[in-house]
């Protein structure tokens, strides 16, 4: 797969810059996710998956147990998970996922984002056929080598196991998320840079400077929308 997870990496590092806006989006999907299932990360998975997630970008103890104890008190709130496709600079192909109250303003806003920064929406279906949703793993302290040899000896099903930038890089169907890290927890591995499941383009698309200039304004954007929880998309940021 290669450098793949490296967009995945960049996205993470830009959104870490703004602190209080991630920990608002993450406080968002863990009430939903609580809501929708047990509060209980042990028997709901997809609470679980987003307490990973959340560890990952170091969401502070206070924000996740003010979203827990929200949802397992009289709040009443209820959240749609909504997907909206779309076009960028050049070409370049964008999913944007949301988690939100009103269907109609997260639409307006979407789409408002992307007429704004040269790029249109399209209808569902026009860009997602060409990413496939996968579970991604990325830590150090065990090489490439050792993770796939332990992997196998545990009957545990992934399509690849890399070596990017200095860490090991695991990839795997998104459905396999559950089998996966379990694994790799008991591996050692305690401290991901990424453990997530994600829309991984099969290919990557390079912008020329003018063109990336409207593409980054088109995703900063669309991230600043409030509803908007994950941007995924196709284009190659440079990052070796």
Same mark, same amino acid.
């Given at each position: !797969?290669?450098?793949?997870?490296n967009?995945?990496k ?7 810059? %703004?602190t209080?806006?991630? /920990? ?6 863990? /009430?939903?996710a609580?809501r929708k ?7 709901? #998975?997809?609470?679980k998956a ?9 969401v ?6 003010k979203?827990?104890?929200k949802?397992?008190? =009289? ?9 909206y496709e779309?076009?960028?600079?050049a070409?370049?192909m964008?999913?944007? %996922?949301a988690?939100? %109250?009103?269907?109609n303003?997260?639409?307006?806003? $979407?789409r408002?984002a992307?007429g704004k920064? =040269?790029?249109? !929406?399209g209808?569902?279906? =026009? ?5 496939d ?10 090489d490439a080598?050792e993770t !796939?040899?332990?992997l196998m000896?545990?009957? $545990?099903? $992934?399509d ?17 998320f559950?089998?996966?890290k379990?694994s790799?927890d008991? !591996?050692?591995?305690?401290? /991901?840079? $990424?453990?997530e499941?994600?829309m991984i ?5 390079s912008?020329?400077?003018? =063109?990336?200039? #409207? ?22 940021l440079?990052?070796?």
């Amino acid at each position: !797969m290669g450098r793949k997870w490296n967009n995945i990496k960049e996205k993470k590092a830009q959104r870490d810059q %703004d602190t209080s806006r991630i /920990y608002a989006k993450f406080g968002r999907e863990i /009430y939903a996710a609580a809501r929708k299932g047990a509060p209980d990360p042990e028997s709901n #998975q997809a609470l679980k998956a987003v307490l990973d997630r959340a560890k990952t970008y170091s969401v502070p103890r206070h924000i996740v147990d003010k979203a827990l104890d929200k949802a397992e008190g =009289s709040d009443d709130d209820t959240y749609d998970e909504l997907r909206y496709e779309g076009f960028g600079p050049a070409g370049s192909m964008i999913i944007v %996922d949301a988690l939100s %109250d009103n269907v109609n303003r997260t639409a307006s806003e $979407v789409r408002a984002a992307f007429g704004k920064n =040269s790029g249109n !929406m399209g209808v569902s279906g =026009s860009v997602s056929y060409m990413f496939d949703p996968k579970a991604v793993f990325v830590f150090n302290g065990f090489d490439a080598e050792e993770t !796939m040899l332990y992997l196998m000896e545990n009957d $545990v099903d $992934v399509d690849d196991v890399t070596e990017e930038n200095g860490f090991t890089v695991v990839y795997a169907g998104a459905r396999r998320f559950h089998d996966v890290k379990p694994s790799l927890d008991e !591996m050692g591995v305690d401290d /991901y840079e $990424v453990a997530e499941t994600s829309m991984i383009a099969q290919s990557e698309a390079s912008l020329d400077e003018a =063109s990336l200039e #409207q593409f980054e304004k088109l995703i900063e954007a669309l991230e600043d929308l409030e509803d908007v929880s994950d941007v995924h998309h196709n284009v190659n940021l440079g990052v070796q």
